[in-house]
């Protein structure tokens, strides 16, 4: 259950005893009954009351141990825990209002009532919880009819995040309909201009959804002349106005073309983007602001003491980011807000390059969520500032096999290993030298093998296994200073 849906949780014994589910799920180890005590901040007679229920619950998944002290484990098949978890949320009273306001149901405080057989008193709590939960969404709640009031963008990023993490889009009959457009519209686009930024597909389509319904109901967004002048121009605003002319003619014609919303759905592309080593992460017209953040991955680099040519591809991409966001950023600060789960773990794992990027923003006007914009750029580093290690992969195999065996590989190794193939061809060091290999792997004798370049022997026919254990091999021999040789016929 993620954080949206435990805010939305109204009953205080029923948010206790996710709370506990939740601490549960996260080790396969005991947990003693005094630290759940703690982290709920109740009674051990109240947390032991939670733990018997649940063990009645969830009697395939929740085992109490009890001896000097009380312990609470679960048993390796989590799927119970998940699916009572999930009913919590279909079950949540308060999803049902959220629904019915995102359907434009025009419903009051009465109507509710009777809908959800409670009080109308209980309703108005619902209501006050959900407004406690909206303020972080610089959004509110009207009650004749109930409805979410606020900047519209906001109010799509408080339904895009709701809806995704409910995967209520997921199930929505349209949505094969919807995945053939898109495909469609990428098509259209790479023939037309022979590229497309990298995105992420389903982000888009959730995106999507929650902009057809707004504006079906008439509800659009609006914008400063001035944010939709700087844009008009864009060749990316040109092409998403005649994509949207071409493939969305029920909500867009010559007739009515709204430019703000036109340009809404061109900048929202920029919160779908997938960063990393290979991918298009920026688009022409934003590429001239990239230089505005050369300081802060200038800085970072000789805080940490990296080499600017070894790793020019992480910082185009850091600086690609921070872009995309200050663009998104106009329109509104949410874009740049992470889960607190999220920053937790990054405080708790790269505590050191958080603080660094955390102290390099500080003085960075752009962003009013810093903390939130130094744990993305925490995760972004984390992934994609390993050095590339470039692989040889030089096989002798039957013509048959070649495919398999290179399959096999593609989908085994992670994405810092740039992987290079020579199949039923010599090899000398000229070859390797030539490609800056660092690790050579081989299924055959390899009389000289440069005493720069690592080794890994495998078997002539390598099994499945054999290709699974290479990817810890080839790490642990990145990182050796000196070369190794490792032979795997018998791994």
């Given at each position: 259950m993620n954080e949206l849906n435990y805010q939305l949780l109204f009953d205080n014994t029923l948010r206790r005893r996710v709370k506990i589910l939740l601490l549960i799920?996260?080790?396969?180890?005991?947990?003693?009954?005094?630290?759940?005590?703690?982290?709920?901040?109740?009674?051990?007679?109240?947390?032991?009351?939670?733990?018997?229920?649940?063990?009645?619950?969830?009697?395939?998944?929740v085992i109490i141990i009890e001896s000097k002290k009380v312990y609470v484990k679960r048993n390796d098949n989590t799927a119970e825990i998940i699916t009572f978890l999930n009913s919590i949320n279909i079950n949540n009273p308060l999803h049902i209002i959220i629904e019915s306001i995102f359907e434009n149901s025009g419903d009051t405080i009465s109507t509710f009532s009777e809908k959800l057989f409670v009080s109308e008193s209980t309703i108005r709590k619902y209501l006050n919880l959900l407004k406690s939960v909206l303020k972080e969404y610089r959004l509110s709640v009207l009650t004749k009819p109930v409805?979410?009031?606020?900047?519209?963008?906001?109010?799509?990023?408080?339904?895009?995040?709701?809806?995704?993490?409910?995967?209520?889009?997921?199930?929505?009959?349209?949505l094969a309909t919807e995945s053939k457009k898109f495909y469609e519209i990428i098509n259209y686009v790479e023939n037309r201009w022979g590229f497309i930024l990298t995105l992420d597909f389903y982000r888009m389509i959730h995106w999507w959804t929650i902009f057809k319904k707004r504006i079906a109901q008439n509800k659009v967004a609006h914008f400063d002349s001035a944010i939709l002048e700087k844009y008009r121009n864009t060749s990316g605003f040109?092409?998403?106005?005649?994509?949207?002319?071409?493939?969305?003619?029920?909500?867009?014609?010559?007739?009515?073309?709204?430019?703000?919303?036109?340009?809404?759905?061109?900048?929202?592309?920029?919160?779908?983007?997938?960063?990393?080593?290979?991918?298009?992460?920026?688009?022409?017209?934003?590429?001239?602001?990239?230089?505005?953040?050369?300081?802060?991955?200038?800085?970072?680099?000789?805080?940490?003491?990296?080499d600017f040519c070894s790793y020019n591809d992480f910082k185009i991409i850091i600086e690609?980011?921070?872009?995309?966001?200050?663009?998104?950023?106009?329109f509104s600060p949410l874009f740049q807000k992470k889960e607190k789960s999220i920053t937790q773990m990054v405080l708790s794992k790269y505590p050191n390059k958080f603080k660094i990027w955390l102290d390099l923003l500080e003085h960075e006007p752009t962003f009013s969520y810093k903390e939130d914009v130094a744990v993305s750029l925490t995760l972004l580093t984390e992934a994609n500032s390993n050095q590339i290690i470039r692989v040889l992969f030089a096989f002798t195999a039957e013509p048959v096999?070649?495919?398999?065996?290179?399959?096999?590989?593609?989908?085994?190794?992670?994405?810092?290993?740039?992987?290079?193939?020579?199949?039923?061809?010599?090899?000398?060091?000229?070859?390797?030298?030539?490609?800056?290999?660092?690790?050579?792997?081989?299924?055959?004798?390899?009389?000289?093998?440069?005493?720069?370049?690592?080794?890994?022997?495998l078997p002539n026919n390598p099994s499945e296994s054999e290709f699974k254990n290479l990817t810890s091999k080839i790490l642990n021999l990145a990182n050796k200073l000196e070369p190794k040789r490792f032979a795997l016929e018998n791994n």
């Amino acid at each position: 259950m993620n954080e949206l849906n435990y805010q939305l949780l109204f009953d205080n014994t029923l948010r206790r005893r996710v709370k506990i589910l939740l601490l549960i799920l996260e080790t396969s180890n005991p947990i003693e009954i005094t630290f759940l005590q703690a982290h709920c901040r109740s009674t051990k007679k109240t947390i032991y009351q939670d733990l018997l229920f649940l063990t009645e619950e969830l009697p395939n998944s929740v085992i109490i141990i009890e001896s000097k002290k009380v312990y609470v484990k679960r048993n390796d098949n989590t799927a119970e825990i998940i699916t009572f978890l999930n009913s919590i949320n279909i079950n949540n009273p308060l999803h049902i209002i959220i629904e019915s306001i995102f359907e434009n149901s025009g419903d009051t405080i009465s109507t509710f009532s009777e809908k959800l057989f409670v009080s109308e008193s209980t309703i108005r709590k619902y209501l006050n919880l959900l407004k406690s939960v909206l303020k972080e969404y610089r959004l509110s709640v009207l009650t004749k009819p109930v409805e979410i009031i606020g900047n519209e963008l906001d109010i799509r990023y408080f339904y895009f995040h709701y809806f995704r993490n409910m995967n209520i889009v997921n199930r929505d009959s349209s949505l094969a309909t919807e995945s053939k457009k898109f495909y469609e519209i990428i098509n259209y686009v790479e023939n037309r201009w022979g590229f497309i930024l990298t995105l992420d597909f389903y982000r888009m389509i959730h995106w999507w959804t929650i902009f057809k319904k707004r504006i079906a109901q008439n509800k659009v967004a609006h914008f400063d002349s001035a944010i939709l002048e700087k844009y008009r121009n864009t060749s990316g605003f040109i092409t998403s106005k005649n994509i949207l002319l071409d493939f969305f003619p029920e909500l867009f014609s010559e007739n009515y073309l709204n430019e703000h919303e036109i340009l809404l759905a061109y900048i929202i592309i920029l919160d779908c983007v997938i960063y990393g080593s290979g991918n298009r992460f920026i688009t022409n017209d934003f590429s001239k602001h990239l230089v505005q953040y050369n300081y802060l991955t200038t800085a970072y680099f000789e805080k940490e003491k990296l080499d600017f040519c070894s790793y020019n591809d992480f910082k185009i991409i850091i600086e690609a980011f921070l872009t995309n966001l200050a663009i998104l950023s106009e329109f509104s600060p949410l874009f740049q807000k992470k889960e607190k789960s999220i920053t937790q773990m990054v405080l708790s794992k790269y505590p050191n390059k958080f603080k660094i990027w955390l102290d390099l923003l500080e003085h960075e006007p752009t962003f009013s969520y810093k903390e939130d914009v130094a744990v993305s750029l925490t995760l972004l580093t984390e992934a994609n500032s390993n050095q590339i290690i470039r692989v040889l992969f030089a096989f002798t195999a039957e013509p048959v096999s070649i495919n398999y065996y290179k399959s096999m590989i593609l989908n085994t190794i992670p994405q810092n290993i740039e992987a290079h193939f020579l199949f039923n061809q010599p090899l000398d060091a000229k070859t390797i030298k030539n490609l800056k290999i660092k690790v050579c792997v081989c299924n055959f004798n390899f009389a000289y093998v440069p005493d720069t370049v690592d080794l890994i022997q495998l078997p002539n026919n390598p099994s499945e296994s054999e290709f699974k254990n290479l990817t810890s091999k080839i790490l642990n021999l990145a990182n050796k200073l000196e070369p190794k040789r490792f032979a795997l016929e018998n791994n």
